[in-house]
Protein backbone atom coordinates (compact mmCIF):
# COMPACT_ATOMS: atom_id res chain seq x y z
CA UNK A 1 0.00 0.00 0.00
CA UNK A 2 1.52 3.76 -1.28
CA UNK A 3 2.71 6.13 1.83
CA UNK A 4 0.55 8.83 2.63
CA UNK A 5 3.04 11.05 2.14
CA UNK A 6 3.63 9.82 -1.41
CA UNK A 7 -0.39 9.85 -2.25
CA UNK A 8 0.17 13.12 -0.97
CA UNK A 9 2.83 13.97 -3.71
CA UNK A 10 1.06 12.42 -6.07
CA UNK A 11 -2.24 14.81 -5.35
CA UNK A 12 -0.25 17.73 -5.39
CA UNK A 13 2.17 17.20 -8.20
CA UNK A 14 -0.84 16.18 -10.20
CA UNK A 15 -3.18 19.28 -9.18
CA UNK A 16 0.02 21.95 -10.01
CA UNK A 17 0.51 20.44 -13.37
CA UNK A 18 -3.61 20.67 -14.14
CA UNK A 19 -2.92 24.11 -13.34
CA UNK A 20 0.19 25.18 -14.93
CA UNK A 21 -1.76 23.53 -18.40
CA UNK A 22 -4.55 25.96 -17.72
CA UNK A 23 -2.10 28.66 -17.26
CA UNK A 24 -0.74 28.30 -20.41
CA UNK A 25 -3.83 27.95 -22.26
CA UNK A 26 -5.00 31.07 -20.82
CA UNK A 27 -1.70 32.80 -21.47
CA UNK A 28 -1.64 31.57 -24.89
CA UNK A 29 -5.27 32.06 -25.82
CA UNK A 30 -5.40 35.88 -24.64
CA UNK A 31 -2.03 36.48 -27.60
CA UNK A 32 -4.76 33.92 -30.02
CA UNK A 33 -7.72 36.00 -29.40
CA UNK A 34 -5.79 39.67 -29.52
CA UNK A 35 -3.25 39.05 -31.49
CA UNK A 36 -1.23 40.80 -28.99
CA UNK A 37 0.85 39.76 -26.08
CA UNK A 38 0.03 42.30 -23.60
CA UNK A 39 -3.00 40.41 -22.31
CA UNK A 40 -1.28 38.06 -20.64
CA UNK A 41 -1.30 39.18 -17.00
CA UNK A 42 -5.12 40.04 -17.22
CA UNK A 43 -5.94 36.49 -17.64
CA UNK A 44 -3.55 34.64 -16.11
CA UNK A 45 -1.76 36.82 -13.44
CA UNK A 46 -4.14 35.93 -10.39
CA UNK A 47 -4.23 32.25 -11.12
CA UNK A 48 -0.23 32.53 -11.44
CA UNK A 49 0.43 34.26 -8.58
CA UNK A 50 -1.49 31.22 -6.40
CA UNK A 51 0.33 28.86 -7.67
CA UNK A 52 3.56 30.52 -7.09
CA UNK A 53 2.29 31.36 -3.09
CA UNK A 54 1.21 27.24 -3.26
CA UNK A 55 5.07 26.79 -4.19
CA UNK A 56 6.41 27.14 -1.19
CA UNK A 57 5.48 23.95 -0.17
CA UNK A 58 7.95 22.76 -2.11
CA UNK A 59 10.49 24.00 0.00
CA UNK A 60 8.98 23.17 3.50
CA UNK A 61 9.08 19.61 1.26
CA UNK A 62 12.68 19.83 0.79
CA UNK A 63 13.51 21.04 4.71
CA UNK A 64 11.75 17.96 5.95
CA UNK A 65 12.71 15.52 3.68
CA UNK A 66 10.04 14.57 1.77
CA UNK A 67 11.82 15.16 -1.21
CA UNK A 68 15.67 14.65 -1.68
CA UNK A 69 15.33 18.29 -3.24
CA UNK A 70 16.98 20.20 -0.27
CA UNK A 71 16.15 23.62 0.61
CA UNK A 72 18.98 26.34 -0.88
CA UNK A 73 17.75 25.27 -4.89
CA UNK A 74 13.88 25.97 -4.33
CA UNK A 75 13.96 28.50 -2.36
CA UNK A 76 15.88 30.89 -4.78
CA UNK A 77 13.90 29.74 -7.27
CA UNK A 78 10.29 30.26 -5.16
CA UNK A 79 11.88 33.60 -3.99
CA UNK A 80 12.79 34.71 -7.64
CA UNK A 81 9.46 34.42 -9.21
CA UNK A 82 7.55 35.32 -6.40
CA UNK A 83 9.75 38.47 -5.98
CA UNK A 84 8.60 38.92 -10.14
CA UNK A 85 5.06 38.83 -9.08
CA UNK A 86 5.17 41.38 -6.22
CA UNK A 87 6.89 43.79 -8.36
CA UNK A 88 4.66 42.98 -11.40
CA UNK A 89 1.15 43.33 -8.97
CA UNK A 90 2.79 46.44 -7.27
CA UNK A 91 3.31 48.07 -10.83
CA UNK A 92 0.38 48.36 -13.07
CA UNK A 93 2.61 50.54 -15.43
CA UNK A 94 4.60 47.08 -16.46
CA UNK A 95 1.47 44.53 -16.18
CA UNK A 96 1.17 44.82 -20.07
CA UNK A 97 4.86 44.57 -21.05
CA UNK A 98 6.05 41.18 -23.71
CA UNK A 99 8.08 40.57 -20.71
CA UNK A 100 4.97 39.55 -18.82
CA UNK A 101 3.77 36.86 -21.72
CA UNK A 102 7.87 35.72 -21.90
CA UNK A 103 8.19 35.04 -18.46
CA UNK A 104 4.30 33.43 -18.30
CA UNK A 105 4.59 31.32 -21.20
CA UNK A 106 8.00 29.87 -20.31
CA UNK A 107 7.48 28.98 -16.61
CA UNK A 108 3.91 27.38 -17.88
CA UNK A 109 5.81 25.31 -20.14
CA UNK A 110 8.38 24.50 -17.81
CA UNK A 111 5.61 23.24 -15.41
CA UNK A 112 3.39 21.37 -17.53
CA UNK A 113 6.63 19.03 -18.02
CA UNK A 114 8.03 19.07 -14.44
CA UNK A 115 5.38 18.62 -12.42
CA UNK A 116 3.82 15.14 -14.91
CA UNK A 117 7.04 14.07 -14.51
CA UNK A 118 7.35 14.07 -10.37
CA UNK A 119 3.71 12.65 -10.81
CA UNK A 120 4.46 9.82 -12.60
CA UNK A 121 7.72 9.23 -10.12
CA UNK A 122 5.16 9.15 -7.42
CA UNK A 123 3.67 5.96 -9.14
CA UNK A 124 7.17 4.53 -9.76
CA UNK A 125 7.34 4.90 -13.62
CA UNK A 126 7.74 7.63 -15.60
CA UNK A 127 8.18 7.46 -19.31
CA UNK A 128 11.65 7.75 -20.14
CA UNK A 129 10.41 10.77 -23.04
CA UNK A 130 9.07 12.73 -20.19
CA UNK A 131 12.14 12.50 -17.79
CA UNK A 132 14.35 13.31 -20.86
CA UNK A 133 11.81 16.63 -21.52
CA UNK A 134 12.48 17.35 -17.29
CA UNK A 135 16.44 17.52 -17.94
CA UNK A 136 16.39 19.04 -21.17
CA UNK A 137 13.42 21.63 -22.12
CA UNK A 138 15.11 23.76 -19.35
CA UNK A 139 18.06 24.59 -21.37
CA UNK A 140 15.36 26.44 -23.90
CA UNK A 141 13.19 27.69 -21.16
CA UNK A 142 15.29 28.79 -18.94
CA UNK A 143 16.87 31.84 -20.97
CA UNK A 144 13.46 33.98 -22.04
CA UNK A 145 12.04 33.39 -18.37
CA UNK A 146 15.25 35.03 -16.45
CA UNK A 147 15.30 37.61 -19.17
CA UNK A 148 12.16 38.31 -18.81
CA UNK A 149 11.89 38.51 -14.95
CA UNK A 150 14.72 40.83 -15.43
CA UNK A 151 13.48 42.86 -18.30
CA UNK A 152 10.23 43.52 -16.32
CA UNK A 153 12.36 44.22 -12.97
CA UNK A 154 14.62 47.24 -14.86
CA UNK A 155 11.14 48.29 -16.87
CA UNK A 156 9.62 48.93 -13.15
CA UNK A 157 12.02 50.74 -11.67
CA UNK A 158 10.90 54.33 -12.47
CA UNK A 159 7.57 53.46 -11.30
CA UNK A 160 8.84 52.00 -8.44
CA UNK A 161 10.90 55.21 -7.53
CA UNK A 162 8.13 57.93 -8.58
CA UNK A 163 5.86 56.12 -5.91
CA UNK A 164 8.55 55.21 -3.50
CA UNK A 165 7.56 52.19 -2.53
CA UNK A 166 8.90 50.85 0.89
CA UNK A 167 10.97 54.19 1.32
CA UNK A 168 13.29 52.95 4.38
CA UNK A 169 13.24 48.95 3.07
CA UNK A 170 15.98 47.89 5.61
CA UNK A 171 18.53 50.03 7.21
CA UNK A 172 18.00 53.05 5.61
CA UNK A 173 18.10 51.03 2.03
CA UNK A 174 15.33 51.90 -0.22
CA UNK A 175 13.28 49.23 -2.11
CA UNK A 176 14.40 50.90 -5.62
CA UNK A 177 17.80 51.00 -4.63
CA UNK A 178 17.41 47.54 -3.41
CA UNK A 179 15.98 46.78 -7.26
CA UNK A 180 18.97 48.07 -8.13
CA UNK A 181 21.12 46.08 -6.53
CA UNK A 182 19.22 42.63 -7.17
CA UNK A 183 19.50 43.71 -11.10
CA UNK A 184 23.41 43.70 -10.84
CA UNK A 185 23.34 40.65 -8.71
CA UNK A 186 20.45 39.02 -10.69
CA UNK A 187 22.10 37.27 -13.87
CA UNK A 188 24.54 35.51 -11.36
CA UNK A 189 21.47 34.02 -9.05
CA UNK A 190 20.54 32.45 -12.76
CA UNK A 191 23.04 31.28 -13.67
CA UNK A 192 24.09 29.55 -10.33
CA UNK A 193 20.43 28.04 -10.61
CA UNK A 194 21.01 27.26 -15.08
CA UNK A 195 24.62 25.62 -13.79
CA UNK A 196 22.46 23.42 -11.29
CA UNK A 197 20.04 22.24 -13.36
CA UNK A 198 22.72 20.91 -15.85
CA UNK A 199 23.99 19.27 -13.18
CA UNK A 200 20.73 17.46 -12.32
CA UNK A 201 21.02 16.61 -16.45
CA UNK A 202 24.09 14.63 -16.09
CA UNK A 203 23.22 13.12 -12.79
CA UNK A 204 19.61 12.00 -14.45
CA UNK A 205 20.35 11.42 -18.51
CA UNK A 206 24.31 10.83 -17.95
CA UNK A 207 25.63 6.89 -18.89
CA UNK A 208 26.06 4.47 -16.43
CA UNK A 209 29.14 2.64 -16.36
CA UNK A 210 29.08 -0.13 -18.18
CA UNK A 211 29.51 -3.39 -16.36
CA UNK A 212 32.68 -5.46 -15.98
CA UNK A 213 32.39 -9.12 -17.74
CA UNK A 214 33.58 -11.62 -15.41
Not at 11 to 23: D, G, I, P
Not at 34 to 46: L, M, Q, R
Not at 162 to 179: E, H, Q, T, V
Request: one cysteine or more; a positive charge; glycine letters at 6%.
Amino acid sequence: MPKLSNLYLLAYNSLQAVAWAVCLALSLSSFVSTKAVNGAYASAGDLIYFLQMVQFLEVIHGAVGLVPSGVVFPLMQWAGRAHFLFVLRQTHEVQESPSVFITFVAWSLSEVIRYPHYAFNCMGSCPSWITYLRYTAFIVLYPPGMAGETWLMYQALPFVKKRSLFPDLFAGLSYYNFLRVLLVCYPFLCLKLYLHMFKQRRSKLGKHPKKKKR
